[in-house]
């Protein structure tokens, strides 16, 4: 099983970024998807989440109108589109992925994203 993101890097405030999560050795369509992200000295938090089909989504209050998840089923990939950037967004994101028909869970390695002038 491996979840492996990517996208992350520095930008400038009210940048955009898209952060890209590749899923494999599971039933990707089986699995809902979530980005969590972590700043420095703080907890992993919630940042959105996707149901199986793409249909339902959800997303931190902080990241509301901001912030776009989606996933490509054909591909086993979870996107994370990300504009008008903040310095309060500087985290190291992580891809989850939460079994829905099974007790399973895997988290990827995680991605920098660094948000400074």
């Known amino acids: 099983v491996q979840l492996v993101e990517s996208g992350g890097g520095l930008v400038q405030p009210g940048g955009s970024l898209r952060l890209s999560c590749a899923a494999s050795g599971f039933t990707f369509s089986s699995y809902v998807m979530s980005w969590y992200r972590q700043a420095p000295g703080k907890g992993r938090e919630l940042v959105a989440g996707?149901?199986?089909?793409?249909?339902?989504?959800n997303y931190a209050d902080s990241v509301k109108g901001r912030f776009t998840i989606a996933r490509d089923n054909a591909k086993n990939r979870v996107y994370l589109q990300m504009n008008s950037l903040k310095p309060e967004d500087t985290a190291v994101y992580y891809c989850k992925a939460r079994g829905l028909y099974l007790p399973r869970e895997y988290w990827g390695q995680g991605t920098q994203v660094t948000v400074s002038s």
């Open positions: 996707i149901t199986t089909s793409g249909g339902g989504t």
